[in-house]
Structures are given as structure tokens and as C-alpha cells.
């Protein structure tokens, strides 16, 4: 019943057609927001494997209050026993099979592009990872767009859970992507990849040395693989992680791209320190990259023990 509506009915019946008798049920609806809103914030803080945001969220826009509308709400993972099974439906062609399992952690939000998908976090305004799919076609077509270097900030994310550009200004650190520019094989792609929940603060010598060698090898193994090659790209915390701007954006300690060839059944995962010392060096498993970050991005390959 739309607020017009509530105040004439009420009016009928009684005096408060002249005060608004639909105030006081708002302005309740509002408390309990609020209420509820400070008591998850606090719960997740203290436990956050005990509480399921996904649970909270259809209450919320059940109450039809500002920044809780369902055309505004980007989806979030169901929680199990600690952990995130995320969903992503409206872009399951980034993922070779089942969806990503992941550590449960506060406001983790799911981003669909055209060209890839970000499992997003509004504690470290930066992505979990982000998914791509890539084949020898794409790559030959990414030769032929040109970069637009038009970063901007993520405005399906709440403004809370986001990095802005003047994050990034005077803080030593470049603007690094998760899913590289030159791999986008469209205008719409190239655009896209420049939001802000693509980027990590990265250093600036190891984003145009060793990591942009393992970029540009990535792709020279996609055009010359028989099919399709699944990559996932996203950054490593440790506790108590140094943050750059006003929204307190994470720095990573250190960045990992996880390669799967869906042909051959190969996995492996560069896992790269986010310092200007850092070598290219050989990758390391992926039973190992699980055991380090507790992602699960390939859970199919997880439950056959692949190495």
C-alpha cells in the first residue's frame, strides 16, 4: 500500500488525517531497520560465521525503505558452515562447472560483466576474484581494442562497501587490474574493466614487470590452447592490512591468477608477492593455493584431489 494510499484510509476513520497517521508506522519500520541493521553489523564483526547476510537482506526490502529495493539489489553467496556458495546466474559462463565455495566473509557481493565476474568485497573495497573465460578466438579479438584508461567507481555497490578514485590518488600505488585490460575482446569489455571493483592497490613496478609478463603468458597459453582456459585473478590479506584513501581500501600482500585448462584437466596458480622485489617464479599447485587461501574455486576439482 503506497503512503498516499495508508494516509487517506486512516483519515476516515479518525482525527489524524490532519497529522499523517502513516508517520508513526514509518518511522517504526525505520527503527527496526536500523536496530536489525546495527545488530548484524555487530554479529558479523564478533561471529561472522554464524550469521547468513542473504537471510537479512529480502527482510530489509520487505520494509520498502530507501537502499533496500530489489531492483537495486545486487545478489549475495548463501552461507554454510562457514563458508559461501556463491551462485552467480546471471554469468555462469565464466565458471567451468560448480560455482566457487569461499571463506564466509561480511558484505560479498556478485558482479556480472560482459566479459568477466567479481565476487566482491565491502570489507576490503576490492574483489575475492574475479572469473574470466577465455579461447584463442577472444584473444586475437582483444589484439584489436584499444585501451581507454576510464577508471571509475562501482555504482551498483553500496557507496560503504566500495573504493572511489581518490583512493588511489598520492597513495604510491597503481590502480592494478584483476582481469587485465588487454584481455578484454570488446569495447563494452574494455570499458567495464576499468571499474574500481576490478582494481587492487598494486605496486607500481611489480604491475609493469613480473606481473605483466604473467599476463601477457597467460594469454600466449590461451591462443595456443585447444579450448576453453578458465582464469581466476584476486588478491591475498594479511591481518591487519595496510589501507589507502578515506575508504580505507586493503593492500594485498600478495596477488594470484589460477589458470584452468578445461581440455587438458590442467590447473596451476601464480602466487606473487605485491612488492617491487618480486621475481617471476615457478606456480604452485592448486591443493596448495587452496590450503593457503581457503578458496575453492574449482570445487569440482577440489573433490578429485587434482594436484
Not at 157 to 178: C, F, Q, T
Not at 273 to 288: F, K, L, M
Request: charged content about 15%; some cysteine.
Amino acid at each position: 500500500m503506497s503512503r498516499k494510499k495508508m494516509g487517506r484510509g486512516i483519515g476516515k476513520s479518525s482525527s489524524r488525517k490532519k497529522t499523517g497517521g502513516a508517520g508513526p508506522a514509518r518511522f517504526l519500520k525505520s527503527v527496526l531497520a536500523a536496530a536489525l541493521t546495527s545488530f548484524g553489523i555487530a554479529t558479523a564483526w564478533l561471529h561472522p560465521q554464524g550469521l547468513n547476510w542473504q537471510s537479512v537482506e529480502p527482510w530489509l526490502q520487505s520494509l520498502g525503505l530507501p537502499g533496500y529495493t530489489a531492483q537495486d539489489h545486487v545478489p549475495v553467496p548463501a552461507s554454510v558452515d562457514g563458508y559461501v556458495q556463491t551462485s552467480f546466474a546471471h554469468c555462469p559462463q565464466f565458471f567451468p562447472g560448480a560455482r566457487p565455495v569461499v571463506p564466509m566473509a561480511y558484505t560479498q557481493r556478485e558482479l556480472c560483466f560482459s566479459s568477466f565476474a567479481i565476487l566482491h568485497s565491502g570489507q576490503t573495497k576490492t574483489p575475492v576474484f574475479v572469473a574470466q573465460r577465455l579461447n584463442r578466438q577472444h584473444i586475437q579479438a582483444a589484439k584489436g581494442i584499444k585501451r581507454t584508461d576510464r577508471f571509475y567507481a562501482e555504482a551498483r555497490l553500496p557507496r560503504a562497501e566500495r573504493a572511489e578514485l581518490n583512493d588511489y590518488r598520492g597513495s604510491g600505488y597503481s590502480r592494478g587490474h584483476m582481469a587485465p585490460a588487454g584481455d578484454m575482446a570488446s569495447e563494452q569489455g574494455m570499458a567495464q574493466s576499468f571499474s574500481l571493483a576490478n582494481m587492487v592497490p598494486q605496486n607500481q613496478i611489480h604491475n609493469a614487470g613480473p606481473w605483466n609478463k604473467i599476463e601477457a603468458d597467460t594469454r600466449q597459453y590461451v591462443s595456443r590452447a585447444a579450448g576453453q582456459v578458465y582464469v581466476f585473478t584476486g588478491p591475498v590479506f594479511e591481518r591487519n592490512a595496510r589501507t589507502i584513501g578515506a575508504n580505507q581500501v586493503a593492500v594485498p600482500s600478495h596477488l594470484f591468477k589460477l589458470v584452468y585448462d578445461a581440455t587438458t584437466g590442467r590447473a596451476w596458480v601464480h602466487w606473487q608477492a605485491n612488492q617491487a622485489s618480486t621475481r617471476a617464479g615457478p606456480p604452485i599447485s592448486y591443493p596448495e593455493f587452496v590450503r593457503r587461501t581457503g578458496l575453492h574455486l574449482l570445487p569440482d576439482l577440489s573433490l578429485k584431489g587434482a594436484e
